[in-house]
């Protein structure tokens, strides 16, 4: 999949086909619709009733509120923040890993390891559950968490509960396919040397799967995680706990200077998650 | 200890891989598989140790029928049976200990297995088993720190460790220096001789073949050419077994000459 | 020697993991036995039977395509001016071409080129964090503040945040590039710009198609989102279901995003694959 871009560029123009003039037509077509569909207006930036807005909106940032009342309540949002992301992120490799195991063709129907199993057992103990996993994953991970959040506060309410739902739903679907990748590239040859000295299923994934996975698998978990915490912060705009609940309130309120508080904070804890998790995952892939 | 009765093996593409094989392999016996690539040995060799189905025919392993086991009982056939692979036997992130010790899969519980992972069980068996094969320092390295022969040896000793009844080597030397490849053979050959265990070996080098091994047998596009002792096999023999295979000719004169220093005499038909 | 050597990292990294798992399960409250109890389950399945079957009269098919289309339409030009964004301002953060590095090592800058550079540099890498770190949310609630409701502000906001985004992925590969065709090039005394046209380019564009397509699939989740806030497309639609407690148009609603979302998803894929 990765040829130099020589290789690429010289197989396109050798190759007599349409589709490079057919991608620039829908492409530019695209863009003449979208701009009209999106209601592009350009100049609306530069009226003077958005440029006072903005204007006033620079100067309401700063000085930035410190004061110990707003703080006070801001820790513990930001506390509830960084615990929706953990136990959303749990509750997504709960529900990835077994998605993500089912929804790998080598593992259920496809490739060496099922040469010896009948047709109708494969179709129907192997690929039957890969499509169904695939579907799910695919239903859980296109529907944007914001939007299982709201539905969530609906079902179960206000309050950090729904938002860990939402997150652990969008995200398992998000990392069940990652997870599911992860384990097609696996190399299945030590698998079937194990399998061919007798291993049960359980003791080929531990000797032969995970050794191989689990480095990446781990890596990208880390990574979901720190989407994790900027996701939940977010969350709050509909009720789901978090930071974002708070941004929601000051933005009503025009209290620009304590906007850029929270966004402050939030950058920090990013950062400090980025940092922190970069290091785990260059140990761990080694 | 193996018995194959008109044994046929068409892929799904159509292709017939094996066709009509009838052999018997006794117990403790070594038997060497020679012939040109693409000749279906490999394909044989994975029917043996079970991880293909025959289209056809029928398959003993030690006298049982194999087609009508069970999950359970195939498993337990599988451990009787110790494969080596020519490349990726094993995994190269896990340390030799864990690799050379997951030949107790089919004997351990799952519980035992996963904690083996995080304190190594039977440790002694692995540092007995490596020394055997001549690399007992690399008890604790990482796997794919190893050179070829070395992981060669390390998929060895895993098989020392799993104790089956055969031993099936596909092609163990051929991604290994020609140097190594004289040690490995006859590592592996001497263990079968010492402990009664049955040896099939797939073996691109004809030289190799003919000078260790009692019972050569000539494979061509899936069918048993010949199944002979070493001093009857003549050049026809061997040229008809690799006509139009030119390029493995010259291969395995080119072993022949590095072999002649060590003593292994067998001159390859011009 | 014999013994199988092993560091304490791994096990204190995993402790604290366990650590933040327990502190943070008491934290959410997340009731588990709640869920998955008889109250729960009922809570959900009301819910559900509250959302079937979607509505799909011709009035709320249409409103549902015109947000589909509009939501396509945020996102598509969404990408298109974060890229636009994005490749200047990674440009002035790729340090290998401003100050250090192969091009220039011959000739020395003077401390005050060499400051007024670094400072170039500081400059448009704060800004593409500070694009980067407001969530797109509250750019949307800024821009929907500057120009009003409707999809514009929501292009505004994915161009300036993707931007940020993009403009970090695109520094990285720009500095990582193969030094060697900068190199040949300096040697023949070729400008910058044009270093940057036949050395670098080639080698980043590839990577910058890639990391555009893919933020395309991350946008087109949020600009159905976006909405929520008054910035147009379907998100804008789904706060007005909600509101109303309209529950089948809701379903009608999310069930467009779907489609969007599996679409953008798949022609992002497709056209990775035929174009790197």
């Known amino acids: ?286 | ?270 | 020697m014999d013994a199988v050597r092993r560091s304490p990292w791994p096990w204190l990294i995993l402790t604290g993991f366990v650590l933040l798992i327990v502190w943070s399960y008491r934290g959410t409250q997340v009731d588990l036995g709640m869920l998955l109890g008889s109250e729960g389950r009922s809570q959900i399945a009301t819910y559900v039977t509250k959302l079937f079957p979607p509505d799909l009269s011709m009035t709320m098919l249409r409103e549902a395509g015109v947000g589909a289309v509009e939501t396509f339409a945020i996102s598509f030009l969404g990408s298109l001016l974060a890229v636009a964004i994005a490749f200047p301002l990674s440009v002035l953060t790729t340090r290998t071409l401003l100050y250090r590095g192969i091009l220039h090592e011959r000739h020395h800058l003077s401390p005050l080129s060499k400051g007024i550079r670094v400072g170039i540099y500081g400059t448009a890498k704060a800004l593409l964090n500070l694009f980067r770190t407001i969530p797109e949310i509250v750019w949307a609630l800024i821009f929907v503040f500057l120009v009003g409701l409707g999809p514009f502000p929501g292009v505004l906001a994915l161009g300036f945040h993707t931007g940020g985004v993009l403009g970090k992925l695109f520094g990285e590969v720009l500095e990582d590039v193969n030094q060697r065709p900068i190199e040949a090039l300096g040697s023949t005394g070729a400008g910058r710009l044009s270093i940057l046209l036949y050395g670098i380019l080639p080698q980043a564009l590839p990577q910058f198609l890639s990391y555009s397509l893919y933020r395309w699939e991350v946008n087109i989740r949020a600009a159905a989102v976006l909405g929520f806030v008054g910035a147009g497309g379907l998100g804008q639609r789904i706060h007005v279901a909600i509101s109303l407690f309209l529950e089948n148009q809701l379903l009608t609603l999310i069930l467009a995003v779907y489609v969007m979302v599996t679409l953008v998803d798949w022609l992002s894929s497709a056209l990775r694959r035929r174009l790197i």
């Open chain 1, 1 to 286: 999949m990765n040829s130099s871009p020589t290789a690429g560029s010289a197989g396109r123009f050798q190759s007599k086909s349409a589709f490079p003039y057919l991608l620039v037509f829908f492409f530019l077509l695209s863009l003449v619709l979208s701009i009209r569909v999106a209601q592009v207006d350009p100049r609306l930036l530069f009226e003077p009733a958005a440029l006072a807005n903005l204007g006033r909106f620079i100067r309401g940032m700063f000085p930035p509120e410190l004061s110990r009342s707003f703080l006070s309540v801001l820790g513990p949002a930001l506390v509830e923040t960084i615990q929706i992301s953990v136990i959303g992120t749990l509750l997504a490799c709960l529900l990835a890993i077994p998605l993500g195991l089912l929804a790998t063709s080598s593992l259920t129907w496809s490739g060496i390891l099922h040469e010896r199993r009948e047709a109708k057992r494969r179709w129907l103990l192997g690929f039957f559950p890969y499509a169904v996993a695939r579907g799910l994953l695919s239903i859980f991970r296109s529907i944007p968490e914001f939007v299982w959040a709201f539905m969530f506060v609906r079902a179960v309410g206000l309050g950090p509960f729904p938002g860990v739902l939402a997150i652990g739903v969008a995200y398992g679907g998000m990392l069940g396919k990652v997870y599911s990748e992860i384990l097609e590239g696996v190399d299945p040859r030590p698998l079937e040397a194990l399998r061919a000295s007798g291993a049960t299923t359980l003791g080929i994934v531990m000797y032969g799967l995970l050794p191989q996975a689990l480095p990446n698998v781990i890596s990208y978990t880390l990574y979901r995680w720190e989407c994790a915490i900027r996701a939940s912060a977010i969350l709050g705009f509909v009720g789901a706990g978090g930071l974002g609940q708070q941004v929601e309130l000051s933005m009503r309120m025009f209290q620009f200077n304590e906007v850029i508080t929270i966004l402050a904070v939030l950058f920090v804890v990013v950062a400090s998650v980025d940092l922190l998790s970069g290091k785990i995952r260059a140990r761990v892939v080694r």
């Open chain 2, 1 to 270: 200890m193996f018995e194959l009765g008109q044994v046929r093996k068409v892929f799904s593409d159509g292709s017939v891989a094996v066709d009509e094989i009838t052999l018997t392999v006794g117990p403790g016996e070594q038997v060497a598989f020679i012939g040109p690539s693409g000749a279906g040995k490999t394909t044989l060799f994975r029917l043996l140790n079970l991880t293909l189905r025959p289209t056809s025919g029928l398959l003993r392993l030690g006298g049982v029928e194999v087609s009508i086991l069970s999950d359970f009982e195939l498993r337990q056939a599988r451990r009787r049976i110790g494969t080596i692979y020519q490349q990726h036997n094993l995994v190269g992130r896990l340390r030799v200990v864990h690799n050379v010790l997951a030949g107790n899969l089919g004997r351990w519980s799952t519980l035992k297995a996963f904690a083996s992972l995080v304190r190594p069980q039977e440790i002694a068996m692995a540092r007995q088993a490596l020394g055997q094969v001549g690399i007992p320092e690399k008890l604790s390295a990482r796997t794919d720190e190893l050179s070829g022969g070395q992981q060669q040896r390390v998929a060895i000793a895993r098989v020392l460790v799993q104790d089956p009844d055969v031993i099936l080597a596909d092609e163990p030397v051929s991604s290994v220096d020609p140097s190594l490849a004289l040690s490995i053979v006859t590592l592996l050959r001497d263990l079968s001789r010492e402990s009664g265990k049955t040896l099939l070996m797939n073996l691109h080098s004809v030289a190799l073949a003919l000078a260790h091994f009692p019972r050569i047998i000539g494979i061509r596009d899936g069918r048993v050419l010949f199944d002979l002792a070493p001093d009857k096999i003549s050049d026809e023999l061997l040229g008809a077994l690799y006509a139009g295979h030119a390029e493995e000719e010259i291969q395995a004169e080119r072993f022949n000459e590095l072999l002649a220093d060590s003593g292994v005499c067998r001159p390859l038909p011009k």
